[in-house]
């Protein structure tokens, strides 16, 4: 009898590993007063330092985002852009756009050849490709309005960082030899990534180190109308680019309205356009809210399907009609309403997919990235910041500036080169989105608070291009309609679809095989073979006894750190 439980337990097993719906259970890492969640432990560590020396959630903002520069190149920078969304203790909300500009040489054509078809690889690879930086104008922006300790002593943990050296571990080395040859081919062996780096080795970087002592000395307008400027521009000239001294000293941020809107009993606050992941968000919630999703078992057919039609709708709105309100009419009032949501919804069926061929039209294509990065932070006043930020492509645009010490972003893709062609993420768009001096580009970024009972709730972000929109709703539905605690809500697999192609991507190896057969039974086209990894989202709860309960994505080197 004992000889053949063995086989029994075997089949079990395999059962239980084909059946795979990634419910891990993930005990939350918690803190009583402050938290913060970033992409690498020495950002959140030296971040949640900065709270117990007297600095607040904007202090912490500064450090988290010149450590992850020097830790995460990957992703965290100096010479890219991103967007703030933040709630005051006292409750007062906003948000802030650094996102990049197009330089003033920009025009709408300027990636087209003289047929009129894209270039291949001029807005996404080497300097034509750099829109102006945002970054540090961004942070600077932020600290004066809300900051508390002296700006210049937020610089020093990244200094030390970058002349001590950062440890690479397995994943960096892995991202960091991918495109090694990419980084070569536009910058010459002689650049610093040009080294085979292997998990275990200390990176150091005098040359970032030396620009963030000059920062230090001189402030931020070093970078802008000063002798970082000079260097920056003449370097992205001589390397045949776009950008000028000029185009540096005019370079602003923007405080936003940010997108409120209400979800059963939350309060969202998310980011405007820019950013087309306020709007998106709240069009999507708000088409699946009369449905009672939380009546669904989690991952069910009829989930994935009515988040996947609502996904569609949403998607296909934001392609058309989102772009830079500096420059375009967006209307947000009308996309947001709930008549015209009700009847973007009517054509909705259970059991039967509503093809993306009669919700727009326009045929597209498809790459996936994940080049974003995201840090959550709480602090130990009740202040409250979700930031995201990006170079757009991994490693940007893959031109480093040895010099300085810094990738520069490749955002300028983010624009519609020619309106009906995908950008690098597969998303196409209209002429609200089209290339002008000054201008910003549309982006997904979605970094968003959470509200409950008039209280903070949440903080919540994620990288994933594309994707970003679709992981937070999910990470957010995850919480609040199927009650996982925060960390199982972001180690739950996610899927995404953007309207075009008609695909829903899915993490492989996460969802049971019977729910996948039942989609495609249904008419859906399921695609795991190129989405290993859909979001990265570090996220922070608040429980009802003011408890911070973090979420690191596993899928990264993320990790929180709290007091």
Known sequence: ??????????????????????????????????????????????????????????????????????????????????????????????SLDFREKAPAAAHRDMYLDAE???????????????????????????????????????????????????IITEKQASTLNRYRDLIVEVNGEETLFAQNLKAG???????????????????????????????????????????????????DVAWREAVFFSYRDLEVISMAPPSSGGITLAQIMKMVEPFSIREFKHHSPEMVQLLVEAEKRAFADRNHYLGDPDFVTIPDDILLSEAYLKDRMAS??????????????????????????????????????????????????????????????????????????????????????SIAPGKRMLSSMTPTIV?????????????????????????????????????????????HHQWKPDVIRMEPGLFPRSLIRKLERMGYTINQEDNRIIGKVDAILVREDGTLEAGADKRGDDAAKGY
Do not use: W
């Open 1 to 94: 009898m004992k000889k053949n439980l063995l086989p029994l337990l075997l089949i079990f097993l395999l059962i239980l590993q084909g059946c795979n719906t990634l419910q891990r259970s993930a005990a939350p890492y918690t803190a009583e007063h402050a938290m913060v969640v970033s992409a690498r432990p020495e950002a959140s560590a030296l971040a949640l330092e900065t709270i117990r020396n007297g600095g607040n959630a904007f202090d912490a903002m500064v450090v988290t985002h010149l450590t992850l520069a020097v830790a995460y190149p990957f992703a965290g920078n100096l010479g890219g852009g991103g967007f703030v969304v933040y709630r005051m203790a006292d409750g007062e909300k906003g």
């Open 348 to 433: 909705f069926e259970f059991g039967t997919p509503t093809p993306s061929t009669e919700i727009a039209r326009g045929e597209i294509n498809f790459a996936e990235s994940m080049e974003t990065t995201h840090y959550s932070i709480v602090d130990d006043q009740g202040n409250a910041v979700s930031v995201t930020t990006t170079l757009n492509g991994a490693y940007g645009s893959k031109l480093f500036c040895d010099e300085l010490g810094f990738f520069l972003n490749n955002e300028m893709d983010d624009f519609s080169a020619k309106p009906g062609v995908p950008n690098m993420f597969g998303l196409t768009g209209a002429e609200a989105n």
């Open 451 to 495: 509200e409950k009972d008039g209280k903070l709730a949440m903080v919540i972000g994620t990288p994933g291009g594309s994707t970003i929109i679709t992981s937070v709703l999910q990470t957010i539905l995850n919480v609040y309609d199927f009650d996982m605690n925060m960390q199982e809500a972001v180690d739950a697999g996610r899927f």
């Open 116 to 166: 009129g078809n894209v270039i291949p690889g001029k807005s996404t690879l080497g300097a034509t490709a750099a829109g102006v930086p945002g970054s540090l104008k961004g942070l600077s922006e932020a600290h004066a309005r809300f900051g508390k300790l002296p700006f210049h002593e937020l610089l020093d943990p990244a200094i030390a960082l970058a002349e001590n050296g950062v």
């Open 201 to 251: 080795d200390t990176l150091r970087q005098p040359a970032l180190a030396n620009t963030l002592k000059t920062i230090k000395k001189e402030g931020v307008d070093a970078f802008y109308n000063g002798s970082i400027a000079a260097t920056l521009a003449d370097f992205i000239q001589e390397q045949g680019g776009y950008i000028t001294r000029e185009d540096l000293k005019n370079y």
